[in-house]
């Protein structure tokens, strides 16, 4: 009768070696690997060197794409800009993603609260020497209660979304509606984008409000990530999801291939449309992840060596001195 | 010249209690010098495939080595130069080699069923260094300062976040991510690293399955992992 360890663990029909040993060096073999490893990314290197596209900027963003940046720099006052809706970890405006009843990102709250408006729009523009025309506006906006404020802000991303693009980052045929001080804010936020200052605001904002040293770039990334330009460049380096863009690398490079199975599902439906696709994949690969450590173990997966026996290609010299030794000595050479 | 004073000898008894002596005397036991640093292998350890498993330190030693000097100089150094770039280029590369090497071992070990004979831990210890490699790789990805970074740092974090691990894993925050990809998650490959070889060398490299003819049931607990008791065996 088998015994439980060996009913989990499988039997162990693996008898203590008692064989022959051939002359091994480990400590040679090692250093001779490493060398050999060394040499060949080395020779990769010299060949094909690496990617190093260099970083987009907010001042890129905001002059080559004006409308899209105003756009998103009005939907963060208005409380509409992906960030602003997130919810945990950034803040409560959202539920985040759940799988049935399993919402971790909401269990685990805001643990790196973003305010879009004020760390974003007002924040960085309230630190600057402004014109009085823009004092005027922050001070109305500051004095306006929030319902009134978000309505502003979403009437004019909303006009914003229909505008067109001028000469030299400028901002044409907006409709002309009652978006109160939002306009002279948003054309503020845009000049100082342009200028390039508004990076280092943004890096000021926030938690990290009036330091000097900082190396947590969240809200500027979460700022240019809510905007066009990084998905463009994106898309046109194969980045997308829907590209199979967590594999890939910007240029021809081999990327994190490692992923492809992450990546697979992004694929797919339901997963490709779904809202919660994040945790649903990442739950998917967590128990994929848990059986292959596990594979010793289960039932089925560890056979699967003896039914498809690649092993005999694996050890055929070995097999092969076997048979040779078990045969029975040739009788007479004639 | 006075002699040196004579000392009370140490007793068994407190040798016995000595947490030192303990860890050595365990130690010794579990892993003498002829299985650490073997002088012969098993005959059957003859094929290509058994080469990976070295080649992963191998490019694991590579990516140490090419992570320190980027280390020494700091983050802009392989932007701005181009010597920078070039040992920026040899750790890219040598990343690329090591998923590439291990995932072939692994694949090979697959296949040998080498989790036979109490050898569980060194596949699970094994597989557990492919699956902390990969948050390895990803914080060097993010810690790049370059559209990569960007890209894949506002990416990352929507799956990290909708699983709670968002809440302490900020991809966008260069400052831990650097932290992590330099010091924590390396320490944590190289760790279970040398526990798989400590594994590995203790247990002996798994033999080969027996042929069906050749297949003789023996208890389970009658058969202990193969050693690799080497001195002398070659001749």
């Known amino acids: 009768m088998s015994s439980f360890k060996e009913k989990v663990l499988g039997k162990n029909d693996t008898p203590p070696w008692k064989g022959s040993y051939a002359p091994y060096d480990l400590i040679k073999e090692a250093f001779i690997a490493t060398v050999a490893v060394i040499c060949f990314a080395v020779i990769l290197a010299l060949l094909f060197s690496s990617p190093d596209d260099p970083p987009s900027t907010i001042a890129q963003w905001s002059q080559r794409l004006p409308v899209n940046f105003a756009t998103t720099g009005a939907q963060n006052l208005a409380g509409t800009s992906p960030t602003a809706e997130y919810g945990p970890p950034y803040n409560s405006n959202g539920e985040g993603q759940k799988a049935g009843p399993i919402a971790p990102q909401k269990w685990l709250g805001v643990t790196h609260p973003v305010e879009p408006a004020q760390d974003m729009v007002i924040g960085p523009l309230s630190r600057v020497p402004q014109p009085p025309v823009v004092l005027a506006a922050l001070h109305i906006w500051k004095l306006t209660p929030d319902a009134k404020r978000k309505e502003w802000a979403k009437a004019y991303s909303e006009a914003l979304e229909k505008a067109k693009e001028g000469p030299n980052g400028t901002i044409t045929a907006v409709k002309p509606g009652s978006y109160g001080p939002v306009p002279v804010l948003i054309g503020a936020l845009t000049s100082l984008a342009q200028s390039g200052g508004l990076e280092g605001q943004l890096l000021e904002s926030g938690s990290a409000a009036n330091r000097f040293y900082n190396n947590d770039y969240t809200i500027p990334l979460l700022f240019m990530a809510d905007g066009g330009l990084l998905e463009e460049r994106a898309e046109q380096q194969h980045l997308l999801g829907d590209q199979w863009g967590m594999m890939n690398e910007t240029g021809s490079y081999p990327g994190q291939v490692w992923l492809w199975l992450y990546s697979f599902w992004y694929q797919i439906e339901p997963f490709k449309s779904s809202e919660n696709a994040d945790i649903l994949v990442m739950s998917i690969m967590g128990l994929l992840t848990l059986a292959f450590i596990c594979i010793p173990i289960i039932p089925g997966v560890r056979s699967i060596p003896r039914w498809i026996p690649l092993y005999k290609v694996i050890w055929r010299e070995h097999y092969a001195s076997n048979e040779a030794s078990a045969a029975p000595p040739a009788t007479g050479s004639g | ?235």
Not at chain 2, 43 to 54: D, K, S
Not at chain 2, 87 to 101: D, K, Q, R
Not at chain 2, 199 to 216: D, Y
Request: glycine content about 8%.
């Open chain 2, 1 to 235: 010249m006075s002699a040196e004073p004579a000392g009370k000898p140490i007793t068994e008894a407190e040798l016995d209690h000595s947490w030192t002596v303990k860890l050595r005397r365990k130690a010794v036991e579990e892993l003498p010098p002829e299985k650490m640093l073997p002088d012969g292998q098993p005959t059957y350890v003859a094929n290509w495939i058994y080469v990976f498993g070295v080649l992963s330190i191998a490019a694991l030693v590579t990516l140490i080595l090419t992570g320190m000097i980027l280390a020494l100089k700091g983050p802009s150094w392989w932007h701005l130069t181009s010597i920078g770039h070039f040992f920026n280029s040899v750790h890219l590369w040598a990343v690329e080699i090591f998923f590439f090497v291990m995932v072939i071992h692994l694949w090979g070990k697959y296949w040998m069923a080498a989790w036979r004979g109490g050898r569980i831990r060194v596949w699970v210890t094994g597989a557990i260094i492919f699956v902390v490699a990969i948050p390895t790789a990803l914080t060097g990805y993010v810690s790049q300062q370059n559209f990569d970074a960007q890209w894949i740092s506002t990416q990352a974090k929507d799956g990290l976040n909708a699983v709670g691990v968002g809440a302490f894993f900020n991809t966008m925050n260069f400052g831990q991510m650097y932290s992590w990809h330099i010091l924590l998650l390396p320490v944590a490959v190289s760790a279970l690293v040398a526990g798989h070889i400590l594994l590995v060398r203790r247990n002996g490299v798994v033999p080969p399955i027996p042929l069906k003819e050749q297949v003789q049931e023996v208890p389970a607990k009658a058969q202990p992992a193969a050693t690799t008791t080497a001195t002398g065996a070659a001749s």
